[in-house]
């Protein structure tokens, strides 16, 4: 279920059709108790979260029991009793059949080790066990689940970190009962679930059985073109399916798809990933394969590279332009690959450390490194394969790159990109252009293995 929280009076007039419980955090503002007579056609949680566990109220727990039990009569209300504030189980004595008892922890994982035992000692008593925990690492988010597996009562989780947005909206698929919905702008951790969200991703919809994706990278692929092609995809053709951005660090690849791996609904609902900077040699190497890829077809562990198609599809549109000589801008995979597709003509290239280049100097012996300081030099083709341009900067102004008639730009921005005005429009080709045609293959191979899953 999605639990939609509510931390101020004026939500109320706004509640979402999707929402069936909604949660009051009167810690937060105390008018909300007056309301609860008017939301019966809710199932509704009274929170006064305490200033330990990330709220405001400074009631005693005494207190904050006996506020709650003037509540007592209406019987669609539930309540949140934070576990750490409770001193004896017969404290819950008074409760009706409606409680849930929730911990938090905004630090490290090993401090949860040592809470395991006070949980263990009231949960029995608890409708509901709700478990807000700091995660860093899917070796922490392995473990957590472990746990997870022995508690008797439904739990609802809230993940928190890097990896909570890609958890929570595969609650269902992690087998836990709800999440927390919060209004957009009313966020007040990483990685919480909004009503934009709930809409994107239609986890009003999703069940256990919907096949999962998503785009594997850095910081990056919360801005990815992706995430609205796909799902607006799945949700107009009836594909139960969902694309999810999965933000990974390369040393937590591994452990990503080890815990895939240990569960089996994730294990059988995959379909795949996009592979983005700076992981498209690194994933698939874990599976024996050296080579550039920026798309996995899970089921199946094959690898492709859609970047490589669309290259060539660019190359044939420019074959007519009179294209000699190709300055390449980055260091990377894609700058690799750009030299393969391009080798025909006179190639440079260049980038902010040119220690990097080496490696392709090597590979590629008939390529000219050149300092990125040499500002006047001409060339008929600017490639972008760096990033400079994803977060809204002025290519030109930050390499001293002028000189140059057509641009391959593959960064995109939600920002207006400056580089596009250095030339006719005609002649620039940017990076959502470049997106589009290795997108419909992708496409492709995911609908492939979502009908073969």
Not at 115 to 132: M, R
Not at 343 to 366: A, C
Request: charged content about 20%.
């Amino acid at each position: 279920m999605l639990i939609y929280s509510i931390s101020e009076y004026e939500q109320l007039y706004k509640i979402p059709i999707w929402a069936h419980w909604v949660e009051l955090r009167t810690d937060l503002d105390e008018s909300l108790y007056e309301a609860v007579p008017t939301l019966s056609r809710y199932k509704v949680i009274l929170t006064e979260r305490c200033v330990d566990e990330g709220g405001e109220s400074t009631r005693s727990i005494n207190d904050k029991i006996n506020k709650f039990s003037e509540y007592f009569e209406y019987d669609y209300v539930w309540y949140d009793i934070e576990i750490h504030e409770l001193r004896s189980p017969q404290q819950l004595d008074i409760f009706p059949n409606r409680l849930i008892l929730s911990f938090h922890n905004y630090f490290r994982y090993s401090d949860f080790y040592i809470k395991k035992k006070l949980i263990n000692s009231y949960i029995h008593q608890a409708n509901y066990l709700k478990l807000a925990q700091q995660l860093n690492s899917f070796l922490e988010i392995k473990e957590f689940f472990d746990f997870n597996k022995s508690i008797n009562p439904k739990l609802m989780f809230i993940i928190m970190g890097k990896y909570s947005k890609f958890l929570r909206i595969l609650f269902k698929h992690l087998t836990c009962h709800s999440t927390y919905v919060v209004q957009d702008g009313m966020e007040t951790v990483e990685g919480q679930i909004t009503s934009s969200d709930v809409e994107q991703y239609q986890l009003n919809e999703i069940t256990s059985d919907w096949k999962w994706g998503g785009i594997i990278g850095e910081k990056q692929v919360f801005n990815s073109i992706g995430l609205n092609f796909y799902n607006h995809y799945f949700k107009e053709h009836n594909i139960e399916a969902v694309y999810l951005p999965i933000p990974l660090e390369k040393n937590d690849i591994a452990n990503f798809f080890s815990f895939i791996e240990n569960h089996p609904i994730l294990k059988q609902k995959c379909y795949g990933f996009s592979i983005t900077m700076p992981h498209k040699s690194f994933l698939p190497s874990l599976y024996n394969e050296h080579k550039i890829a920026n798309l996995m077809d899970y089921q199946a562990r094959k690898f492709y590279n859609t970047d490589l198609e669309a290259f060539i599809k660019i190359k044939e549109t420019l074959s007519q332009s009179s294209i000699k000589s190709v300055l390449i801008y980055g260091s990377g995979n894609m700058a690799k690959l750009a030299i393969q597709v391009f080798s025909q003509w006179q190639i440079s290239i260049t980038s902010r450390n040119v220690k990097k280049l080496i490696p392709l100097s090597e590979d590629f012996p008939s390529i000219e490194i050149i300092d990125q300081n040499i500002k006047h030099r001409y060339f008929d083709l600017l490639i972008n394969c760096s990033p400079l341009g994803m977060n809204g900067e002025d290519f030109c102004e930050v390499t001293g790159l002028h000189n140059f008639k057509y641009v391959i730009d593959l960064p995109y921005s939600k920002q207006e990109v400056a580089l596009e005005s250095y030339v006719d429009n005609s002649k620039y080709i940017s990076g959502r252009t470049f997106w589009k045609y290795q997108a419909k293959t992708q496409l492709n191979i995911f609908i492939r293995s979502i009908n073969n899953g």
